[in-house]
């Protein structure tokens, strides 16, 4: 998929669109099993806040992995 | 609470559709329409006002003021016969139905209700959830520029020397290094 999107200053642009298309596509699903239909600048910006708190979520958990590898570090030492 | 809605919520309109339907009869009859109209409210009035004051049932009261075999009897015997009571309890019971076919979609709708209702829900924002991190993971990794080779899940696809000797190295010996006391 890289090799139809470059990247850009960095960013992978590729993974960032799957993973947006991805997040449409669940988000898609579950109203339809729940019967109803959405917008599709609702949906883009539904999925776009999912992926936000995902990516809170990451932040967090990576905070509280680093400070048990530094307890570990420490220790060692 | 439905049922309490259904009674006593749309309750009044069906006495003033009673009180309606009786005062369009006493205008046809040859009553002007502000006689019809008062005769009309004194009558519920009355009768609500009666209902309130004994401790009879409506059934007994309603025995009471009908004189056998007088006009009232016969009168109510014409409403008896276009099922007037069947057709309180019907419509009672689809405004009963509609409520409660109003409050389940309303239940549907709202989202923040436990996922485990719908086990194929909550199998695809499952499935989809954990790729979408993978793919997040990845991208971030990329995006810092870490070193996120991993050796183990690439013993059998590959061979370990191949990558070992360019970005796998440092990891490993990462691993190596703080995986004895490592939490």
Same mark, same amino acid.
Do not use: L, Q
């Given at each position: 998929m890289r090799r139809f999107i470059p990247g850009f200053g960095g960013i992978d642009i590729a993974s960032l669109l799957l993973m947006l298309a991805l997040q449409m596509l669940a988000l898609t699903l579950i109203t339809l099993l729940r019967g109803a239909a959405l917008h599709p600048v609702g949906l883009l910006l539904w999925a776009i806040a999912e992926l936000l708190g995902l990516l809170f979520n990451i932040y967090m958990f990576s905070i509280l992995i680093q400070v048990c590898a530094q307890l570990g570090q420490s220790q060692r030492l | 609470m439905d049922a309490v809605t259904a009674l006593s919520g749309s309750g009044p309109a069906y006495f003033f559709l009673i009180m309606e339907a009786l005062e369009a009869a006493g205008v046809r009859l040859g009553l002007d329409a502000a006689d019809a109209r008062l005769l009309t409210l004194q009558t519920a009035f009355g009768a609500a006002k009666m209902t309130l004051e004994s401790q009879e049932d409506a059934s007994v009261l309603r025995a009471r003021v009908t004189s056998k075999g007088g006009t009232t009897e016969q009168a109510l015997k014409v409403l008896e016969a276009g099922g007037l009571a069947k057709l309180a309890r019907s419509g009672c019971g689809r405004r009963l139905r509609t409520l409660a076919g109003t409050r389940r979609a309303a239940g549907q709708v709202v989202?923040?209700?436990? &996922? #485990?209702?719908n086990p194929l829900e909550f199998l695809i924002s499952t499935l989809i959830g954990l790729f979408i991190t993978a793919v997040m993971l990845r991208f971030l990794l990329a995006m810092v520029r870490?070193? #996120? &080779?991993?050796p183990l899940t690439q013993i059998w696809s590959s061979s370990p020397t191949r990558h070992s000797s360019h970005c796998g190295a440092s990891f490993q010996a990462l691993v190596a290094s703080t995986s004895p006391r490592c939490c």
């Open positions: - | 989202m923040g209700s436990s &996922y #485990f209702t870490a070193d #996120f &080779y991993n």
